[in-house]
């Protein structure tokens, strides 16, 4: 199965809320922003494995990391106003301070299996280890890029092992 690496600027959050507040949350579950073009260009499926990769911030943030991972619960769906009800979590949607966050109404329904805000597996630690350059530079221009099983596979070592 390929896993999907989703970047998250926390820069984006305005002052009212912030993207570390939306990850940890008692229900464990986030819509992320999924432009409609990645929709179908990820193919993206129910079970996929995600991880959020915090991108380079002002400093003020911590570094570029894996900060989150978790999996696929919902498949993307269109965000139309009065239409909650068609999401599991209709409260997860909409979040103080994200409102220059989202980068689509598409959104992709993930149940996170762990938040690692301050410890992080650092982007540099999988640029060493080989694992995907994008971990640490991004993919211009896109909100999300695949991961092969295998770079999944190293990823979901590491981050259980640390």
């Keep these: 199965m390929t896993a999907i690496a989703f970047q998250a600027n926390p820069d984006k959050w305005t002052k009212d809320g912030t993207m570390r507040d939306y990850l ?34 002002t400093g003020r943030f911590g570094p570029r990391a894996i900060i989150a991972v978790g999996t696929v619960a919902e498949l993307p769906k269109k965000f139309r106003p009065g239409g909650e009800s068609e999401f599991a979590f209709p409260q ?12 689509s109404d598409w959104k992709t329904g993930i149940k996170l299996l762990g938040v690692r805000w301050e410890r992080g597996i650092p982007a540099a630690t999988a640029t ?32 259980e092992h640390s």
């Design 92 to 103: 997860r949607l909409k979040s103080p301070g994200d409102e220059h966050a989202a980068s």
């Design 128 to 159: 060493v280890r080989n694992i995907d350059p994008r971990l640490a530079i991004g993919e211009q221009g896109r909100t999300a890029f695949l991961l092969t099983d295998e770079q999944w596979r190293r990823i979901e070592a590491i981050w």
């Design 24 to 57: 940890e949350n008692e229900d464990k579950y986030i819509y992320w922003s999924t432009p409609e073009d990645e929709v179908h260009a990820r193919n993206v499926r129910f079970g996929t494995p995600v991880l959020i990769v915090r991108t380079a911030s």
